[in-house]
């Protein structure tokens, strides 16, 4: 029985999934996304959209009044696919460009001015406005959808997370120690920046992945899920 025959007509909910990088958030909020028939909104890729725009266009990361225009001036859109989500940046699918190492630093520097982050909260707030969605980023569960039906707070040990993104990325030598050194910065960076520290929200359901396996979670997932739908909404 899947998780939507369990009733004839499930209330839809709105799922946070915060946490660290190399946590696993993407890929399982995509998992789950799909499981559900959900809309995957990744808050990471609509950042790193931005990120890409900035580079493109030679403006600083740290000019915040720079990159709010630029943002005003950006269309950026998140196409559900069988495969995942496409990532559209003024109609051009840069999906693929978007993982790439100097996007992901610009980012994570992007990332951090309070009015980057007041525009993104307003546009992803609006994505999600009907339910029915899982959304996975820093401050989902905190400052974007504080009154989620479902946050959780996907944590591993730093050096679990290390290894996943060096496997994920296929690298080792001197450019997995680069690698690392780069997470443990976005870390410091996520976690003390003024706007939308990264925190686990106070009804967060917090889960260690560190032993566990990408099944495993999302099974843990899946049943909060069902405790979910059989609770009354507040």
Known sequence: MTPDS???????LIIA?????????STIASRLARKLDYVNLESGAMYRALALQAIENDTSFEDEA??????????????PTLGGNRTLLDGKDVSARIRERDVTEAASRVSVHPKVREWMVEHQRALGANAGIVMEGRDIGTKVFPEADLKVFLDADPVVREQRRR???KIEGEVAANVAAELRERDHRDRTRAASPLVAASDAVVIDSSSMS???????????????????PT
């Open 6 to 12: 369990t009733h004839n007509n499930p209330r839809k």
């Open 17 to 25: 999934i915060d946490g660290p990088a190399g946590a696993g958030k």
């Open 66 to 79: 720079a990159l709010v225009k630029l943002a005003e001036g950006s269309r950026i859109q998140l196409e």
């Open 167 to 169: 496997a994920q990325q």
């Open 214 to 232: 990408e099944d495993d979670v999302l099974a843990k997932i899946e049943k909060l899920v069902q405790q979910k739908r059989q609770q009354r």
